[in-house]
T-cell receptor, first 112, second 117 residues
Framework: QKEVEQDPGPLSVPEGAIVSLNCTYS??????FMWYRQYSRKGPELLMY????GNKEDGRFTAQVDKSSKYISLFIRDSQPSDSATYLC????????????FGSGTRLLVRP | SQTIHQWPATLVQPVGSPLSLECTVE??????LYWYRQAAGRGLQLLFY??????ISSEVPQNLSASRPQDRQFILSSKKLLLSDSGFYLC????????????????FGPGTRLTVL
């Protein structure tokens, strides 16, 4: 079993839809959770960073962490064609902060 | 602000040839530096990380090596490339504990796409 599981997609939605992207994990020691966006043939770009459980909002993006279920989510409101990209979740332990464990990414396509 | 550079952007090399990929970071001191490989449709595999000049930790035994000759320079090398070395190579940096910030918040460069034929 992988430490971090992420549905590869592709996930295709119409413009304006609310998008929900998710990751599950098995290591209860993970404390830091991140979401990266990666456009085709580009490096990943940090979108959201959260510590422990709870929600964090930034514009159209909301990151949610449920440590009891070992489940994290990224919600995108009013999705735009420019949101079409691969979204990677990443997480790390308190004492091993050099080592981010990444999901394999979910490809999102927002149709105009 | 901080900037990370990688070059070359694209590289096509024959099997058995050497490799040198370079990464430099601007606008910060004593960063932690990382090399990742991303195979098509797969996640990021951490290859090496460095917390200081000359300090390299290898995560995956393989045909590659890394060096950090200067504080903000990180080099990925191979003496003889294999077909399996093809992939998208990403360099990343994070703040060190001395500089403050979250050491696990990593910022990525634009990547080098390597094709070994």
């Amino acid at each position: 079993q992988k430490e971090v599981e992420q549905d590869p997609g592709p996930l295709s939605v119409p413009e304006g839809a609310i998008v929900s992207l998710n990751c599950t994990y098995s290591n209860s020691a993970f404390q830091y959770f991140m979401w990266y966006r990666q456009y085709s043939r580009k490096g990943p770009e940090l979108l959201m960073y959260t510590y422990s459980s709870g929600n964090k909002e930034d514009g159209r993006f909301t990151a949610q962490v449920d440590k009891s279920s070992k489940y994290i989510s990224l919600f995108i409101r009013d999705s735009q064609p420019s949101d079409s990209a691969t979204y990677l979740c990443a997480m790390s332990e308190m004492d091993s902060s050099y080592k981010l464990i990444f999901g394999s990414g979910t490809r999102l396509l927002v149709r105009p | 602000s901080q900037t990370i550079h990688q070059w070359p952007a694209t590289l096509v090399q024959p099997v058995g040839s050497p490799l040198s990929l370079e990464c430099t970071v601007e606008g910060t001191s004593n960063p932690n530096l990382y090399w990742y490989r991303q195979a098509a449709g797969r996640g990021l595999q951490l290859l090496f990380y460095s917390v200081g000049i000359g300090q390299i930790s290898s995560e995956v035994p393989q045909n590659l090596s890394a060096s950090r000759p200067q504080d903000r320079q990180f080099i990925l090398s191979s003496k003889k490339l294999l077909l399996s070395d093809s992939g998208f190579y990403l360099c990343a940096w994070s703040p060190s504990g001395l500089a403050g910030g979250h050491t696990d918040t990593q910022y990525f460069g634009p990547g080098t796409r390597l094709t070994v034929l």
